[in-house]
């Protein structure tokens, strides 16, 4: 029998697995595809300068924790696997393209500057000298120094073979439901009925998480899924397009391209309230190629290689939600919305403090799974972030919430 149960095997399942196993626990991870959800589709930033969204403040010390958490994340995994996971501490420069772009990332970064956030405003040439492939048209730039990448893939890749070698138990079932008695929950049921049983349970199943049976309402947590479509372009020659992580602003419209070192380029992304649809449209297909080539015209020059859309898990205020629920022996790990590659570190740290009776780190505390926020019906549907993406008031938001 398993000391701990981890439903879903996405990047913050098996961060929080290889952790909790390396903390000497016997630990199982549940999932018919581990590694296959919203973490494949991931672009990879770590992004708290860049992605600093209006009136989420709070959640501001959480992110850059975070992000300070992967240098040493992603050394220990490549220590253990010999895994290149692709950690670059290149930085990210956002611009803007017309002039009430750059009027709105002048904006931002007064913000940004507001609270104490490491970052540094150039001019349009200067934001060339750093990426000579951008656009002439680019008027301002803002550099964040501090904001990196990663190889979800790779970090995915590096994780199964973690998880491996510290004896976590990869179960391909698909969970069914949450089995608790009158007082805690007692393990899960999987699809073909069989009870595993645990007296620790940990649900980190994405945009899933609310969905599975037996969850009592009061621990049931309400994430949703916002649709993200991504593509991949690349160099024929295999040469890197970008140095750095490249945001823009275009037309109102954000966009971000993240260079991969084998000249794989990704761009993205939607989003769109569309429940569980993953659908790759020609229409988002088009704005980010319209976008992306506004500020990186030669990227007209590269083979599409990929498109793909993945569900980001979204609470009712965007923040995740981690630590115990209201039903003893239950601890939720989800709603991670854009920040999962981000996150998944120190939410794997939390989780292991915390099944181990210890005290997470208090940066934590803001992704309280009971904070009354999260009090809130599943279907309900929030107003997307208003932050560099709705400031902006995206078109890409289609379908939006009612
Ligand atoms: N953090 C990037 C995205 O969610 O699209």
């Not at 899960?188 to 309402?217: F, K, M, N, Q, Y």
């Not at 790759?280 to 976008?291: C, H, N, S």
């Not at 989780?351 to 009776?357: D, E, I, K, P, Q």
Request: glycine share 10%; net charge negative; with cysteine.
């Amino acid at each position: 029998m398993a000391d701990v149960l981890m439903v879903g095997g996405g990047l913050i399942g098996l961060a929080s697995a290889w952790q909790t196993a390396r903390a000497g626990l016997a630990v199982t991870v549940i999932d018919p595809d581990p590694g296959g959800g919203a973490s494949r589709v991931a672009a990879g930033m770590l992004a708290p300068v860049t992605e600093v969204v209006y009136g989420e403040q709070d959640r501001v010390a959480l992110n850059i924790a975070a992000a300070r958490r992967w240098p040493a994340f992603a050394a220990e995994l490549e220590r253990a696997t010999g895994i290149d996971v692709g950690y670059r501490p290149t930085g990210t420069l956002l611009v803007g393209f017309d002039q009430d772009d750059a009027a709105a990332v002048a904006d931002l970064y007064a913000f940004q500057k507001e609270l104490g956030l490491e970052v540094q405003r150039v001019t349009g040439v200067d934001a060339r000298t750093q990426e000579p492939m951008l656009s002439p048209r680019v008027r301002i730039g803002l550099i964040a120094g501090e904001d990196h990448r990663v190889e979800p893939r790779a970090v995915l890749r590096a994780l199964i073979r973690a998880c491996t070698d510290a004896g976590v138990e990869l179960d391909r079932s698909r969970v069914a439901s949450i089995e608790h008695d009158d007082e805690r929950v007692v393990g899960v049921r999987t699809e073909d009925g069989e009870v595993r049983r645990a007296d620790r349970v940990v649900l980190t199943a994405g945009a899933w998480s609310g969905t599975i049976d037996g969850l009592p309402d009061d621990a049931r947590p309400p994430v949703r899924p916002l649709k993200g479509q991504v593509l991949h372009l690349r160099d024929p020659g295999g040469r890197p397009v970008l140095h750095t992580t490249v945001r823009g602003l275009v037309r109102h419209r954000s966009i971000y391209l993240v260079p991969r070192d084998d000249g794989r380029l990704v761009v993205g992304a939607s989003q769109e309230e569309r429940g569980f649809d993953t659908t790759v449209t020609a229409g988002a297909t088009r704005e980010l190629l319209d976008d992306a080539a506004a500020i990186v015209p030669g990227i007209d020059e590269l083979e599409l290689t990929e498109t793909i859309a993945g569900l980001r898990p979204t609470t009712p205020d965007n923040a995740p939600a981690i630590g115990w629920s209201r039903l003893p022996g239950l601890m939720i790990a989800t709603g991670h919305h854009r920040n999962g590659v981000l996150l998944a570190p120190i939410t794997a740290d939390a989780v292991t403090a915390l099944v181990n009776g210890k005290d997470p780190d208090p940066v934590i505390a803001v992704a309280d799974p009971n904070r009354p926020a999260l009090a809130t019906r599943s279907d309900q549907r929030t107003v997307p972030s208003p932050g560099l993406d709705a400031l902006i008031s995206s078109n890409r938001n289609t379908g939006g919430p009612p």
